[in-house]
């Protein structure tokens, strides 16, 4: 799957490799549950070394942060490191250790809010709910309580897709844990989810709790 994100949200190959991946693991793997995840590591270049954009990367994080797997997260992605081949993807996290990046902010509150989940996160299967060249959506969580929307277009690109075969009820409302103001209500089984600027979206259901904004950032 290493390949597979990189392909994707890096290069900007389709992002049906995620979905054909995610076919050929279970015969390739007893248990997916116990497998590890990442996007950096000390063998290849950094993600953000051959794709210079932090949305790519957010929209990868945010794919690799809820999949059911163990999330991994190389030392220095947290600060936007762009090294190159080993030993220049080895960098000195000191003196540029900042808990005020944006990218540690982003990893953080993310994080945050998955571990809000607890095992309900961990116990539940990863529902495929849309997949194109471009978009990719999925859920987690008991009642799929949260729904994760990604592209690979990167900074400046809007993408809109309808999402089908939910299991809330009409009315029910979503909300974005990365904008506050970031609201969707489901009709019949589906929402529209419109992609600004190449964010990533992570919604939960607003009958479940999620941090305060002083919670995510851990003050």
Known sequence: MYWSLRNAYQEKQSLNNIQSRLREEPSDFNDLTVLGGFLDN???NRFLNINKDWTSLKNALSYLLFARWIPIIYYGTEQAYAGGKDPDNRESLWPNYNIQHLMFEFISQVLKFRKSLGD????????????DDQFYAF????????LIATTNQGSGSSVQRPIP?????DGTVLQNILDANDKITCNQGKVTISIQNGQPKIYHSLSFSSPTENDRKGR
């Open 42 to 44: 000390h063998d290849n």
């Open 120 to 131: 309900d996160l961990i116990e539940s299967e990863q529902k495929e709910k849309w997949s």
């Open 139 to 146: 859920t987690r969580g008991s009642g799929e309580k949260v």
């Open 165 to 169: 075969n939910l299991p809330y009820s």
